[in-house]
């Protein structure tokens, strides 16, 4: 085990781990932050999608040892006491059916729309490809993604 | 709930109510049944139950409803379609509505199982019929206040009025009607005075969604739970010789490590530290039964296939006559892999065994009877059992088997510690329940120009479609029709998997009429319209579809599609099926960029009768076209010697985001009762699709997944 400080959602939290866990089953199992899901374990469902200084990132895949020195957001901090822009917009469109994927789709839409603040649809296509959704809400998450921007412009 | 003067019972005997000691009406009812005669509603709203009842409405005195439902949502949205029908019969604002998910004690339940798309078109009657009838009663105590004829009142958005113009609100007479005889018959509303059903309400778990809130299995935790992962074999037909778990007691935050059967579990103080523990595990397997391969089921079922001893599930006409007199006879043999479920949300479920109960949390579509399940396991009264439903992760017919459940039953009576346990997603895809592999042969007879003859074999691992599946169309539109089935019994764990049986059956024959069409140099639409024009409904009712119906849903889907007149860089292709009590029908357009066919849009026309939630139903047409598209062009799924060949996402390919088509749902317009949508959206989805590659290709299409068939013929598909 090794303890190490962690700043989650703008909260400095000390955790007492083996190095190689993953990011993931800190926040879940040691944080009670279980908003970030569990899909696959190998980074490629994105369903546990957080952002570490801003930056989407697959926690299944990261150990928690090695994000000391960073900010960590999960989707319980996305945003204070409202909702974001990208929840509005999921919101609106009702895009959920079972909802188990959807934090971490929410996760990689406001990186990318960070990065890519005006995105045409293929732009879009492109940035949500590496999120499962097994209900298959991908329609409405293309367009969820394109109303969030129109909203943050 | 011993004050008997506070209960009243209806003689109609589904409804009844209670007046709350805080304050407010109760009506607790049934959605399919009569309640049991002792039946009573508590008047404490902390001590409802759903041994009697399978929902409550609590009306309280600022007018407010609230609904307690404890039927399982596992994204098929009937948390919010189920409610908007109570609303709009009780006539009260829907923002003034709330959901409360309950929790199931015991058993008792009639239909408290999500799948097969029945818990709208079960609840349809029941809900509307409740729902009125807490507005009568409502109506009828603010007369009485008036001294007034209750006939004079009218009642809206939560308002009671009278003649002269006096109102009083639901809450404001709500403790009297609570007093009040429940009536007997009571008016439904008219579908065109609809305000609530029929406009788009979201999802009502939003927001809890959208930010995270502990909604599902794997988010439950309890004091002192113990997080566990299990070790199952490897392989189908194999056994525990011996195990070490030196090892894995060594890994930190491991706690114990115990044998159940033939699988071993890993108890720990986290989900990684139990994930590392079952991986230091050293166990030996021994084979004990046949390793089977996907090529030996392949033999199995052309066995099948091929054999005259299968059973006939329907017959009508002498199909072999049909065949002797034929001008042609075409056939074609179809085949599907194995499926997994893959639900996004892995297998998990919580239970603590104790002497006093025994408390199971969890993601299940079925909790009376695997509650019932696992008092036998662990031999225990079913009293004993309270079973708690979460949110689900997807289901598409996964989490109707308890296997989950009751290993994590088993566990916590072994080593009396609360337990929760968690498949990883490799365990989650090699121990699965899955959709199995399946062949048709069809073969069809044509003289004259007409189709005289229609002939269908299945043959699949394990069992067989299932009751009035031989009814659907083409029966009873062709004169010499059968039907037959035959089976192979497998060691491989087989299930229900989204629209069972008819998501592979409506590909295998939707693709042949195409082939029927061609043959007969006539437009696909026309041949099923022509098929249909021969069916009269009502005329035979072991026919389960209606040919108005479906005539009129093909109708608009080629109207909308713009069929036969898209331009010359999109193929379309066609693809209609009843199953589910609701009539589909889509059309596929593709196009081909780098030799690779591009689903570009499907275009749906869906028969459901009345269409509860337009956005919640539009969002399951959605899931379910892209769903039958994905699998149908990607679900692979093969045995080498008993294992899967595929355990996780790297390998095992689902539908992403761009490879989906956009999809443009369309609803006939009826005032018919409503069936549900979770399922009959998929099942035209891949004959469709096949249509269309072969109208842009030539290539016809007989197995699935069809990209493999596709690069396997390494065919340029450039046009």
Known sequence: MATFNLKVNGIKKTVDVDNDTPLLWVLRDELNLVGTKYGCGIAQCGACTVHVDGVA??????????????????IEGLSKNKLHPVQEAWKELDVPQCGYCQAGQIMTATSFLKQNPNPNNEAIRNAMHGNICRCASYNRIEKAVALAAKKMS | MKNKDNIRFSRRNFIKTSALASGGLLIGFNFLTACKESAQPPVDISKLNFNDFNAFIKIADNGYVTIFSPNPEIGQGVKTSMPMIIAEELDVPWEHVSVQQGV?????????????????????????????????????????????????????????????????????????????????????????????????AINVDMDAIITGKPLFGLDYTAEGMKYVSVARPPAFGQKINSYDATEAKTVKGVNDVIQFGDKIAVLASSTWAAMKGKKALKIDWANDGDLESSSDHNNELNKILDSNKLDVRREDGNVEKAFAEADKIIERTYESPFLPHNCMEPMNFYANVTDSKVHLVGPIQTPAGTARRIANLIDRNEEDIHLEMTRMGG??????????????????NITKRPVKVIFSREDDMAAGIYRPAIKYRIKASIKDGEITGYHLKEAAI??????????????????????????????????????????????????????????????????????????????DPSIEYSAKRMTDTIKLVADKSHWGKNNNDTYQGFAAYYSHNTHVAEVVDISIKNGIPMVEKVTVAVDCGIV?????AKNQIEGGVIDGIGHAMYGDFSFENGKPQDVNFNTYRLIKMKETPIVETYFVENELSPTGLGEPGLPPAGGALANAIKAATGQVLTKQPFIKELNKRKTDLSV
């Open chain 2, 395 to 412: 289901g598409f017919g996964r989490r109707l088997y308890g296997d989950f459940a009751l290993e994590a039953a088993e566990i916590s």
């Open chain 2, 612 to 616: 509860v939630n337009p956005t919640g």
């Open chain 2, 104 to 200: 199931l004690d015991t058993e008792n339940y009639q239909r408290q199982v999500a799948g097969g798309s029945q818990s709208i078109r079960f609840g349809w009657d029941a809900l509307r019929q409740t729902g009125a009838t807490a507005k009568q009663m409502l109506v009828n105590a603010a007369a009485a206040k008036w001294g007034v004829d209750t006939t004079s009142c009218t009642a809206s958005n939560g308002v009671i009025k009278n003649n002269s113009g006096e109102t009083l609100g639901y809450g404001d007479v709500v403790n009297e009607a609570a007093l009040m005889e429940v009536p007997e018959n009571v008016t439904l509303k008219s579908p065109k005075d609809y305000k609530i059903i029929g406009k788009d």
């Open chain 1, 57 to 74: 990132v697959r926690s299944c895949s990261i150990p928690a040892s090695s994000l000391s020195d960073t900010e960590i957001t999960t």
């Open chain 2, 462 to 539: 394990n069992s067989n479609m299932y009751g009035l599946i031989p009814n659907f169309f083409p029966a009873g539109a062709i004169a010499n029709y059968k039907v037959e089935t035959g089976n192979y019994q497998s060691n491989i764990t087989t299930g229900a998997w989204r629209a069972p049986y008819t998501n592979f059956l409506a590909f295998a024959e939707q693709s042949f009429f195409d082939q029927l069409a061609e043959e007969l140099k006539m437009d696909p639409i026309q041949l099923r319209l022509d098929l249909l024009s021969n069916v009269e409904d009502g005329k």
